[in-house]
């Protein structure tokens, strides 16, 4: 098993590494940065000084040599655009989309599993088509739209729940599950076909052929092996919802990272966008990592291949 | 918690809640180029010197005389009895430091414009300065009553642009209580205002949150969370206005949208905009008043000089080019292309403005190739000179003055596609004279020369939808400043 983590390890390591230098070169594709930062009103000395000001004019491997010196140490530099650190920026930001991230996975998993189970057990009858009927209607919806039903419904006809800002729990109701109605349906979906599958496999029927309680044959042998895949999603779902909830965080006046990466792209801030894909990168890698570790935990084979 | 607990006021508490949809960089003025942030600006600080926004007259503000002591000094009798947020007292120190900070490049204030027309500043007395300006500056009493704000000398030394935006502190009717970068701004009546032109605040407390989508500002004013939202687009607002709850006031704004064609041929001399029959095709094709009427509405108009009507030397006595689409085919037919041509079209920001543009053109046979880009590229293609047409606009940062806007495109600058010699020749004199006769006469001159030339299509200006509830009283301004120290409650 130790083995098993240090190779990930390595191998997340690499793709870290190789995220971040292709991020910090596109970034310098999309337009003279100099340019973006001296506005809507400079002139083309403005525009010079600023150039040699943040050394843009240094060849682009030496910036990015320096650049991730500086982040190894956890030093993104200053934003642009605030003129804040970046690092401080981020941090402020990240709890915000990191709650409702969190929230997210939960409320999408605590729905879609037992939802999933239950419409394994009963192909075809009503509760089998409901899930279905949700998880169709939550691909379709986009999340602005949904989003916006949300708000009229609960902050303006029934006036039980704020309809924007981060002040409160209350203010995460909505937003959580706008994002975990849209991360939902492929769990659940996942979870129903791996229980359909693994129902019908021989060491179940050999199970319930001992005399196992039905509780124990789903709960121990069927959903275990079931809800392999479906934590390798989960955290797919979970790096998606830390980079992708721009949408909500901007319906909702959340200000997460999501929203400020977004923005700070159409800012050309440069500093914040860089930190923020390779935050937003590690992410992803860590969940990855820790949904491997964790299906090696749950299905011994898996440390082998 | 403050921010916290505001959240769920109202006229009760004596707070006024408004929306940004825009997320504020830094609420120090020298270092934000925003609308919004102007708003802060005219609440937080003061400037020396007060235009009345209706009638555009100048009044003492911090600042109670002044006098030009040559072309290039202007002297300026301070107010005192004056203090700071923090309890400091104002005196020419802070004129000084401040006017001396910013005028300095290497301290890169944002928008450069706004402060570089001066050179320094100095101390004659505790309540006398001097500003010495670069060159002769008529327009200087219009930046002094804008965008050049009074900082406090010893905290702006100690904390600099970065502590001044999280914790501003100035003379103005408002003071900060708690700011949080892009987010929100909490502000409170500063009970020790001084008696100037601005008049005393009203409204108790300001709280600001940066709410980007405008669908959900609407949620937010409908639920009862917001008092005030602005920057309304012009359809959402009039549905508003059908209800009945809201008041919709809608005033119109400095912006001016305009094409500008490359007439100097920098983006190939066989560029087809170098052609004066064509320009004035451009200029024929477009029907300015259905534009205003169906897509901007509110106060717009359309505008036919390059600068907005109310600026100070915007002479509205030039050739206006009326919608003739046939006059437009024959004008092209002349130049050379009886079937048209094609060519790239650039816009950066309102679409659908745009593509309503190129569709008048599309019809007269000017095909479009349209490419909408960030600001930061199209400015960049701008400044190499590889844009033959673009739709432009630009605000002139609310300085009501003809220099803030044609002679920022017209004197041979790295944007200028004009490149016209006698046109730099007359913004030059107009640009320095302190006599506002020659002034107006030589910016006549420009821009009838500009229009008869037909270097830009100019366009419209732009408006503002407000939107309030019945609570609040507040009457717009034609500048799209926001100012809460005159609102109050109904």
Known sequence: ?305 | MVAAGAGWADKANDTLRAAFTKELESVDSYFNSAREGVVLQRAIWDGLIYADPQTGEYTGNLATDWEWIDDTTLELKLREGVTFHDGSAFNADDVVYTVNFVADESNGAVTQRNVNWMESAEKIDDFTVRINTREPFPAALEYLSGPVSIYPSDYYEEVGPSGMGLEPVGTGPYKVVSVEPGKRFVLEKNENYFDGPKGQPSIGNIDIRTIPDVNTQIAEIFSGQLDLIWQVPSDQAERLEQMDQFTVANESTMRVGYLAMDAAGRSGEDNPFTKIEVRKAVNHAINRQELVDELLKGKSIPVHTACFPSQFGCSQEVTEYEYDPEKAKELLAEAGYPDGFTTEFYAYRDREYAEAITSYLNAIGITTDFKMLQYSALRDLNMKGEVPISFQTWGSFSVNDASAMVSQFFKHGELDDARDDEVLEELNIADSSTDPAVREEHYRNALQRIADQAFWAPMFSYNTNYVFTDEVSYTPTADEVLRFHTMSWN
């Open chain 1, 1 to 305: 098993m130790l083995r098993f983590i240090l190779k990930r390890l390595g191998l997340a390591l690499l793709v870290a590494l190789t995220v971040s230098f292709i991020s910090f070169s596109l970034l310098y594709l999309s337009g003279d940065p100099a340019i973006a930062m001296a506005g809507e009103s400079a002139n083309a000395e403005d525009v010079a000084a600023i150039r040699e000001l943040y050394g843009f004019d240094r060849p682009m491997l030496v910036q990015y040599g320096d650049w991730l010196w500086s982040a190894l140490q956890l030093d993104f530099g200053q934003s642009y655009y605030f003129r804040l650190p970046v690092a401080d920026l981020i941090a402020e930001r990240l709890s915000v989309t990191m709650t409702l991230g969190v929230c997210g996975i939960v409320f999408a998993l605590v729905t879609a599993v037992p939802l999933g189970v239950i419409a394994a057990i009963r192909p075809n009858s009503l509760i089998d088509r409901l899930a279905l009927f949700l998880s169709v209607a939550g691909q379709a919806m986009p999340s602005f739209w949904f989003g916006l039903i949300l708000i009229v419904v609960f902050a303006i006809q029934l006036g039980v729940l704020p309809a924007s800002g981060a002040d409160s729990w209350r203010h995460f109701i909505l937003p959580t599950i706008v994002l975990g109605y849209y991360a939902m349906p492929a769990i659940m979906r996942l979870t129903r076909a791996g229980m359909l599958e693994v129902l019908s496999a021989d060491y179940i029927r050999t199970a319930r052929a001992k005399g196992a309680s039905e509780s124990k044959v789903l709960f121990k042998h069927a959903l275990r092996n079931a809800i392999i895949p479906v934590v390798s999603l989960a955290a797919v779902q979970m790096g998606f919802m830390l980079g992708g909830s721009i949408v909500v965080e901007s319906v909702f006046a959340l200000h997460g990272a999501g929203y400020l990466a977004w923005e700070s792209i159409g800012r050309n801030d440069l500093p914040t966008v860089q930190a923020l894909i390779l935050v937003f990168a590690l992410f992803y890698i860590v969940f990855t990592f820790l949904a491997d570790v964790m299906n090696a935990w749950l299905d011994p084979r898996m440390r082998s291949s």
